[in-house]
C-alpha cells in the first residue's frame, strides 16, 4: 500500500498500440509514475520511455519484482497474462491486465484459486467500457431503478474495418476478442446469465472466414431473473466505430448514442440535420475511459475500494464467449453457470 501523496510508480509490460494507451493514462494521472517499460523488442519500451520517461527492459520478471515498482499494468499478448498475473501474485504486486485472461479456460481456472485467496493483491481486468462516463451514467440511472426493473439490454459494438490478418488469425475469434467487452457489459447489468444463444456471420470478409471465423454476430443472453441482453457485432461499419447501449424496462429506456467529436448539425440543400461523423476507433471514443479505469485501479492500489472488474469477472466474460462459439457453431441455446 502507498501513501495517498506518494505517486504509485508503475511497471507497463508491453509497448504496442495498447501498451501506448496505457502509458499516456498513466503520464496523464496525477498519482501515478511510469517506472519501467517491459518488452522483448526493446526499440518499442525505448520509444514508450522517450515520451513517457521511465527505464526500458527486455525483462517482464525483472520489472514486476523491482523494488521501485509498486504496481503493474500488463498490456502484452494474451499467451503471457496469466504468467504474468501469476508473477505479480507472487510478487505482491497489484496488476491491472488487459483482457482476456487467456484464450484457454484452464488455464485461467488453474490461477483462479490463488487470484482469489490473494486478496490484499489486487487484480484488475482491462474492460474499460464500465469507465465510459456516459456508459456509467446510464448503469447508475438504472441502477437507481429510473427504468424499473430492467427488462431488455440492447449492445452494439461495430467497428470501422477488421482488424489485419495476423492479428484476426491469433485473436482467438470475434467472441473472444470483440464481444468478450460485450460480455463484461452485458454482465455489469446482470450479473447471473444463465443462457446463451449466439449466431455468428459471414457476410463479407473471405479472410475472417478463411481462418474459421466470423466478421459479425448476433449472441441473446438471458438472466437468472428473466432479463435479456441483445449484443449485435460486426468486423466493419461504414459510419465509424459503432458503439450504443440501451437499457429498458416497465417505467422507460434509457439510451446512449455514439459519441462525436461536435454536436453542431447542419441543414441545407443536400441533407438535412447531419451531424458529424462517429469518432473513428476505440483509442478516440473510450480514450476518458482507460483514464477513469486507471484512476480506479489506483484506489485499490492503495488500499481503497476495489471497483474495477476483477479475475471472476474476466472468467465469466470468457466463459461466455466459449459459451456463444459453441451456440454459433452448433445452432443450439447453451446453459451456463458463471459460479461453478
Known amino acids: 500500500m502507498t501513501s495517498p501523496t506518494t505517486p504509485v510508480r508503475i511497471a507497463l ?26 518488452d522483448p523488442f526493446v526499440s518499442g519500451a525505448e520509444q514508450v520511455v522517450a515520451r513517457f520517461g521511465g527505464r526500458a527492459t527486455t525483462d517482464a520478471l525483472e520489472a514486476i519484482t523491482a523494488d521501485d515498482v509498486d504496481a503493474v499494468v500488463v498490456a502484452s499478448p494474451t499467451p503471457t ?92 475469434g470475434i467472441f473472444r ?33 478463411k481462418h474459421d471465423d466470423f466478421d459479425g454476430a448476433i449472441v441473446t443472453l438471458v438472466g437468472a431473473g428473466g432479463q435479456s441482453v441483445t449484443i449485435t457485432n460486426s468486423r466493419h461499419c461504414a459510419a465509424g466505430y459503432d458503439q450504443r447501449l440501451e437499457a429498458t424496462g416497465p417505467l422507460g429506456t434509457l439510451s446512449v448514442g455514439n459519441v462525436t467529436d461536435t454536436l ?13 461523423a462517429f469518432q473513428t476507433f476505440f483509442l478516440e471514443r473510450y480514450s476518458q475511459a482507460y483514464s477513469a479505469e486507471l484512476e480506479a485501479f489506483l484506489v485499490a492500489v492503495r488500499g481503497g475500494e476495489m471497483t474495477s ?4 469477472d474476466g472468467r465469466a466474460a470468457l466463459l461466455l464467449a466459449d459459451a456463444a462459439g459453441v451456440s454459433a457453431r452448433e445452432g443450439r441455446t447453451v446453459r451456463v453457470d458463471l459460479t461453478a
Not at 148 to 160: A, F, K, V, Y
Open 81 to 172: 497474462h496469466v504468467d504474468l498475473i501469476a508473477a505479480c501474485l507472487d510478487a505482491g504486486k497489484p496488476v491491472l491486465c488487459e483482457k482476456p485472461i487467456d484464450l484457454d479456460i484452464t488455464r485461467v481456472d488453474g490461477l483462479r484459486a490463488r487470484a482469489a485467496s490473494a486478496s490484499s493483491v489486487p487484480v484488475a481486468l482491462g474492460f474499460n467500457r464500465r469507465f465510459d462516463p456516459h456508459f456509467a451514467e446510464l448503469h447508475r440511472r438504472v441502477t437507481a431503478g429510473e427504468v424499473g426493473p430492467l427488462e431488455q439490454l440492447t449492445i452494439t459494438s461495430r467497428d470501422p474495418a477488421p482488424a489485419p490478418e495476423d492479428y484476426i488469425k491469433v485473436s482467438g
Open 13 to 38: 509490460i508491453g509497448s504496442g498500440r495498447i501498451g501506448q494507451v496505457h502509458a499516456l493514462s498513466i503520464h496523464r494521472a496525477e498519482g501515478a509514475v511510469l517506472q519501467v517499460v517491459a
Open 309 to 312: 472488474p476483477g479475475y471472476e
Open 264 to 276: 453542431v448539425r447542419s441543414s441545407n440543400g443536400t441533407s438535412g440535420d447531419a451531424g458529424a
Open 177 to 209: 476478442d470483440m464481444t468478450i467487452h460485450d460480455f463484461d457489459t452485458a454482465r455489469w447489468f446482470v450479473p447471473d446469465v444463465v443462457a446463451v444463444t449466439a449466431v455468428g456471420l459471414r457476410q463479407f470478409s473471405d479472410v475472417i472466414a
